[in-house]
């Protein structure tokens, strides 16, 4: 089945702290992995997308990991602000074969603290 | 470019009624998908548009429908709403499929079923 795992479910870390954000998938065939930040109320936006032969992508302050043979991936969030507390989604798609969809994990909730 | 739009932004409804969201993707965008989100559930896939034509589905019943039309503007009926159909329903949309490039998340219409 196709599944998408994040952890930790929330985290609570200081501002100016450094963390990291698992994402371990089943999806398959791999087509690409997207990390999503969501900010309470509004709509996702995407931090990164990989593909197989990419195994790290970075957006500013945002480093993303992708270990394909392992089904795992990361995002490293450095410096933490304020402004990213916000719920952080995996997403994992599969190739296009057929009707294939994206399979969304449930998300990290993530509260920087002054 | 403008981003993705959705109206209503609020709806109020009750028990038994349909209602009927809308949704502008970025122009030149093709593919539009709907997603429910809830907060136990985070975000389950509906249904996606690509070029008038439904291309995939999820699984939800059939009181859920959409459509698409020729500038790409999409709509989502929910009829005979239940208490459960409460949520933040949110459009995307991408250039190509939306298993095959980034997405990008409207603000979202938050439904209030009583």
């Known amino acids: 089945k196709n599944q998408v795992e994040q952890s930790p479910q929330s985290l609570i870390i200081l501002e100016g702290k450094n963390c990291t954000l698992q994402c371990n998938y089943t999806v398959s065939p791999f087509s690409n992995l997207r990390w999503y930040k969501q900010d309470t109320g509004r709509g996702p936006v995407s931090l990164t997308i990989?593909?197989?032969?990419?195994n790290t992508k970075s957006n500013g302050r945002y480093t993303a990991t992708l270990d394909a043979d392992t089904k795992q991936s990361s995002l490293h969030i450095t410096a933490s602000q304020l402004s990213d507390s916000a719920s952080y989604i995996c997403v994992v798609s599969a190739r296009n074969t057929g009707f294939q969809k994206l399979v969304f994990g449930t998300g990290t909730r993530l509260l920087v603290s002054p | 470019k403008a981003g993705v739009t959705q109206t209503p932004r609020y709806l109020i409804k009750t028990r038994g009624q349909q209602v009927t969201l809308s949704c502008s993707p970025i122009?030149?965008?093709?593919?539009v998908s709907w997603y429910q989100q809830t907060p136990g559930q985070g975000l389950q896939f509906l249904f996606e548009?690509?070029?008038?034509?439904?291309?995939n589905k999820g699984n939800f019943p059939g009181r859920f429908s959409g459509r698409q039309f020729s500038n790409s503007r999409s709509e989502m009926n929910v009829s005979t709403l239940e208490l459960g159909d409460s949520a933040l329903y949110l459009c995307?949309?991408?250039?190509?499929?939306?298993?095959?490039?980034?997405?990008?998340f409207g603000p979202g219409t938050r439904l209030l079923v009583l």
């Open positions: 548009y690509f070029s008038e034509t439904q291309r």
């Open positions: 122009s030149g965008h093709r593919s």
């Open positions: 995307a949309s991408s250039s190509r499929l939306a298993n095959q490039e980034t997405q990008y």
């Open positions: 990989m593909t197989f032969s990419e």
